[in-house]
């Protein structure tokens, strides 16, 4: 279960840094510093897939960033199964699996290397990395470039290996990060196909995509962020109704404009 | 921690620049060091010895005996001119006409027999490095002047046989109180310590940049920092791996120094430097190892946070290149004349070390004095690993 209530974050502006016309209508932009999460509200279910959206530039990164304890927020709360991640990242980390937009590998070290390495890192036994491997590179079919190095590697391999170092210590949580995002077909059909088994778990998931047909086919929920705010957060039927017809690009572009009003009013 | 550490360890040796300049590079910097300038010194001696110079002199029939002895020299040969003023001789030599121009007073035969001292002068261009042309002339004159001595004496009614005794009535002898390890420690002390501080210096840098500014272009140190180990684990592994690649770098290139010193003692005849270097014991090298250990820690630490402050590999390289020069001038000022190890001297980072390893390889060393540049350059190092793990904590840095 994931529960964010009240997030936001601010970036202090270098005092050499002159804003732009454009910067200066941002409601975002103080003089002293860039508001890029200002108020983000929304809650995740065990076994549910909540699909994260927005404009490039919104605060999606940022928030899953909180999330993922990488960022402390400046207010607001993020629990994470009941942890406060502000009082207790240590402990909130053991249980999130996070992919960042990156694949974040090391380009030295083999498909193996590299996942055993984080398992290591979240206290994993030698014998329990070894079994828990083998079962993930099963799973994604990884067997077969398991010693090969990351830097000699395809995309699509690249973001396999992601996929197996982000959940290898068997996460409560799953946190992804645009994890369909340059990939071939058969790739992300393997990432979509992996979401649904960690939904059937019952393991939360959260992932920010600009795809919608992803959002259609996988989501339970949908939280839209623009400028920093969540301006829609409810479940994808309720996200369906927006519009009449139930088109999903259509209902994101309507919450896009109705904010955008309310900026301008 | 350590997961880090030996994560890290891994992927440095399985770069190839690392490999090269932590491993290679200090392998092979002296040998080929001293291949290069012993290949261009034997053949700029060689060429300058067989070089033939054209050469006029004037007044000639004033000193025959001379002027037949450069006639004879292998390398030189005699050049017919009218010209007899200096300026006139100086713009030929100019214009490449001859190469020297020895000018013997026309009145030198009739000081000679009166017993008074003339001035020849020899006119050439300096500018070569190896100046042979002088020595020849000065060789040759020697030998003329010694026989003008004993005309002169026998003139005299003096027994030429007491030549050495009338001209240098009294010799001094120098005796030294410094033994050959003094000596040889004085003369390499400081350059020896002024190429230990560099290289582990050196060894510092390419690991510091990968593992900071490295991980933030690759996009692997956010994966990193969600990891359940605290932030100081993290950065203390990282700065262990930078300070185990500078002292490995330091340590191969003592080895290989060693290792090349003692071939080229082999075969040189460099019985008096192998016994100095002999009564180096395993104490002074454990001593001196002592000392460059903070010091690689002050150097891992600075450029670790560096490292972790720049964006990109290139900025991080960027702000690192003044750091060289910073590092260079207390090691120049402990190379400088006179420069002794003292309280004073002994609290000046990167100076005492150069310092207090030129005394330790001359066998002088105060325990004292060594003791507080441990303690000082200790002090120093944890102050900036201090500094190093809190800066790893800021957001601002990590995610500029």
Known sequence: ??????????????????????????????????????????????????????????????????????????????FINDIDVLQKPIQARKEIGFLSADTGLYGKLTAFENVAYFARLHGMKDSAIKTRIDELFSMLDMHT?????????????????????????????????????GLDIMTVQTVLDFIKS???????????????????????????????????????????QLTPDGDLRQAFLAIIANQAQQGAA | MWQVYFKELTELLRDKKTLIFVILLPILIFPVLFGIVGLVMATTTSKAMEEQHRYVIINEQQAPQFAEALFYHKNFKKVETTLNSEQELVAAIRNDE???????????????????????????????????????????????????QRGTLSQLGVDPANLTAILKPVELTRVNTAEQRENIGESMGAILA??????????????????GAGEKERGTLETLLI?????????????????????????????????????????????KVSEALASI?????????????????????????????????????????PLTILVIVPLMIAMAPGMELDVTTALIPLTNIALAIKELLKGTADYGLLALIFASTTALAGALIAFCVHWFQQEKVLFR
């Open chain 1, 1 to 78: 279960m994931i529960e964010i209530k009240g997030l936001a974050k601010a970036f202090a502006i270098s005092k050499g840094n002159k804003l732009s016309d454009t910067e200066k209508q941002d409601v975002r932009y103080s003089e002293k510093a860039f508001h890029s999460v200002r108020d983000v509200s929304f809650t995740c279910g065990n076994g549910e897939v909540l699909g994260l959206l927005g404009p490039n530039g919104a605060g999606k990164t940022t928030t899953l960033r909180m999330l993922s304890t990488a960022l402390k927020q400046d207010s607001g709360s993020v």
């Open chain 1, 145 to 181: 470039f398991a010693n090969r190095r990351v830097d000699t590697m395809s995309t699509g391999m690249k973001q396999k290996t992601a996929i197996a170092r982000a959940v290898v210590h068997s996460p409560k949580v799953v946190i992804l990060d645009e994890p369909t995002t």
């Open chain 1, 198 to 240: 960690l939904k059937a778990q019952g393991t939360p998931v959260i992932f920010s995509t600009h795809h919608l047909d992803e959002v259609g086919a996988l989501c339970d929920r949908v939280v839209v962020i623009d400028k920093g705010v969540s301006s829609f957060s409810g479940s994808l039927a309720e996200f369906k």
């Open chain 2, 98 to 148: 001859f190469d020297v121009a020895l000018v013997i007073p026309a009145d030198f035969a009739s000081r000679k027999a009166a017993v008074q001292q003339t001035e020849w002068q020899l006119i050439y261009n300096r500018s070569s490095q190896l100046d042979f042309m002088y020595n020849y002339f000065d060789e040759m004159l020697k030998t003329y002047t010694e026989e003008l």
């Open chain 2, 194 to 211: 002024y190429a230990l501080v560099l290289l582990c210096l050196s060894g510092a840098m390419y690991p510091a940049v990968d593992m």
């Open chain 2, 227 to 271: 990891c359940p180990v605290s932030r100081t684990a993290i950065v203390l592994g990282k700065f262990l791996t930078v300070l185990t690649t500078a002292l490995m770098t330091a340590l191969i290139t003592v080895v290989s120094l060693g290792v090349w010193g003692g071939i080229i003692s082999a075969f040189a005849d460099l019985s």
């Open chain 2, 281 to 321: 014991t395993i104490v002074d090298l454990m001593l001196m190892f002592s000392l460059l250990l903070p010091t690689a820690a002050i150097f891992a630490a600075l450029l670790l946070a560096i490292s972790i402050y720049a964006r990109t590999f290139k900025e991080a390289q960027n702000y690192m290149s």
